[in-house]
């Protein structure tokens, strides 16, 4: 396999969930910074122009939950094995991508803007926060249940939402009234697995 790969957090999700499964993959940087993203090369791969992308011989996959998706079928782990345990992980994968992601890179424009040079507004800041607080309740009840997103064990859906939540506090969105959430991304942040995915400096 081959992972198309810039540290920022939707291409991190995926090479935790590698580490996590033990696969071997060749990466492949795709420098945003300097426009890789946007070399004809890198659109045939992906026309949207967006990190990550996963090759795995003919399957050329882009959209990082598909991805998640992909390789707890492939592998059977650490992903849920009935058709009911499949669906409440995409659920969960679902609302990530529809009520938070969207909000937290908003939330995370100022960190953005020191990466690129970009200048940002400070109402689409507070707008992420706002929008953001209003979603994170729902994934504070969730966590007040089950230690993990799916339950008691550990899945690739935290894959996926570790890396949101990181990225978020390091942008200065503080998780005091969620203590829940405060304390999953402090147990995410002790795997060795986070541990060993690249990460742009600061935002370990």
Not at 11 to 19: H, I, N, R, T
């Amino acid at each position: 396999m081959k992972l198309y790969y810039f540290p920022t957090p939707n291409p991190q999700k995926v090479k935790f969930a590698l580490l996590e499964l033990g696969l071997d993959c060749e990466m492949i940087t795709v420098d945003l910074t300097k426009g890789a993203h946007r070399e004809p090369a890198f659109l045939a791969l992906n026309p949207f122009g967006r990190v990550p992308v996963l090759v795995d011989g003919d399957l050329v996959l882009w959209e990082t939950h598909a991805m998640l998706a992909y390789l707890g079928e492939q592998t059977g782990r650490l992903w849920p094995t009935t058709a009911a345990g499949r669906a409440d992980a995409l659920r969960w994968l679902f609302f990530l991508s529809q009520h938070m992601m969207p909000a937290a890179g908003e939330v995370a424009l100022p960190l953005r803007s020191k990466l690129s040079g970009v200048a940002y507004d400070e109402a689409d800041v507070a707008r992420g926060r706002k929008t953001l607080t209003a979603a994170l309740p729902v994934v504070e009840g969730q966590l007040a249940r089950h230690r993990w997103m799916l339950g008691d064990a550990f899945s690739l859906v935290d894959c996926a939402y570790g890396p949101v939540f990181n990225v978020a506090e390091k942008a200065g969105f503080g998780f005091a009234d969620y203590p829940k959430i405060g304390a999953y991304l402090a147990t995410i942040r002790q795997r060795p697995a986070w541990q060993a995915t690249p990460v742009l400096p600061g935002l370990r």
